[in-house]
């Protein structure tokens, strides 16, 4: 029997882009590297492709070779600072946030929230691609095992210690609201218009007394309301000088920010019912294109 045809690939490429794009950012933690990952794979798959032997399905082989290039971008990665909340030596890059669709039930909010991606860089990297493989993308300890070329007890042995580890270094959901919540909605307009008005007292009215700032890249970050004010209220400059718009990034409610006229970065924004927990801020103008393409 010959070869199938190159069409069908990239018919069932297609149909699991979105899906290998989250994979890999959650593998990764970075939107950009994500997006060169997808098309990597694309290229192996049709180098490969004539070889493919269908002795697994399409779809896993896709997310092999996904996670494979993931695997040996991780391996060859320098040693990088990671933002200040993730007190652990040997993560990743800086987070980058994460375009969601309302829409997309590919990219299921919960595991592409910022905490849990976070959270995911403190795991070695198999037991990342373990439990992403078993309990995101519901593969069976088996299809699991043929990804990664292990054997199933040792695929449920990785999966034991990176639930373990994972609980210990994500953040507790608690009671975060989602970004389709009215209530979460109220409060991310109520902190543009703040921004937007140079105005400290209506941005310390949306805090809750324990919020933090992380500004994604620095070596500092700020808990408590006080602690939120002191560094955020010489940065609001005077009225007009910041523009906001609404969006979502990995789930949640965010703000895409212009200082003085030019795109300065994204506000991820952690909200519950009595207020902002925490503000994640990625100070990147190119990020704030990604999201606001048309500035």
Known sequence: MGAPEAGTLTEAFEGERRGLFAHAYRMLGAYHEAED???DTYVRALRGWENFERRSSVRTWLYRIATNVCLTLIEGRGRRTFSSGLDSDDLGPWLEPFPTDPLDLVTARESVRLAFVAGLQHLAPRQRAVLLLREVLAFSAAETGEVLGMSVPDVKSALQRARARLAEAAPARDDVLDASSPRARALLARYMAAWEASDADA???VLRADASIEPVGSPASYTGR???LAFATPAMGAAGDWRMVATEANGQPAAVAWLGGEPYGVAV?????DGIMAITLFGDPELAKIFV???
């Open 269 to 273: 924004l952690m909200i519950a019912e």
């Open 203 to 205: 941005f310390r009215e």
């Open 226 to 228: 006080a602690a939120c």
């Open 293 to 295: 393409p048309t500035g």
């Open 37 to 39: 990952v997808v098309q």
